[in-house]
């Protein structure tokens, strides 16, 4: 086996983290949500807002192949509220260089999911937190990246009737 030089090891390592360091990475974030408030026994419609990074889309809801790794949002609402729908909204169809031929289903810039929250006619009047998180895979125009979740999270008033 041949021994390479560590100064020839150490200059390939740099060169590798100054490309990486110089890759832009997919970003996607959540706009903050206002005050959500619910009475007991009803619902109300909540719209959550992301924003993706420039240069970069992310697979809809509902791709067009098997393979590709869909845009979910998972939430966990407290014993207090309950989540009774969610609404993805449809993918632009595009194309890219590295799949010229074929239409993918994907968001880009702005998009909104919507969802319904409801509480029980016996929930208790309070605030509480709705913890959760959007998975989904983000490409350029011609590479995918690792699949990546975010937080999702915001606070329910409930009140009373």
């Not at 994907?106 to 929930?123: C, H, R």
């Amino acid at each position: 086996m041949r021994r390479v030089p560590l100064f020839v090891l150490t200059a390939l390592l740099l060169a590798a983290l100054g490309v990486a360091q110089g890759d832009k990475q997919p970003t996607v974030i959540m706009a903050p949500v206002g005050n959500v408030q619910v009475r007991a026994g009803g619902s109300t419609d909540l719209e959550l807002n992301f924003r993706i990074g420039s240069d970069f889309h992310i697979n809809s809801n509902k791709p067009k192949a098997d393979y590709l790794i869909p845009t979910v949002l998972k939430l966990s609402p407290p014993e207090q509220v309950s989540l009774a729908d969610v609404k993805y909204p449809p993918g632009q169809e595009m194309s890219f260089a590295f799949s010229p031929n074929e239409k993918l289903s994907v968001y880009s810039g702005d998009f909104a999911i919507n969802t319904v929250l409801k509480a029980p006619a016996g929930a208790v009047p309070g605030t509480y937190p709705v913890k959760g998180e959007l998975r989904f895979q983000a490409c350029d125009h011609s590479a995918c990246y690792p699949p990546r979740s975010i937080p999702v999270q915001f606070q329910v008033t409930v009140v009373k009737k």
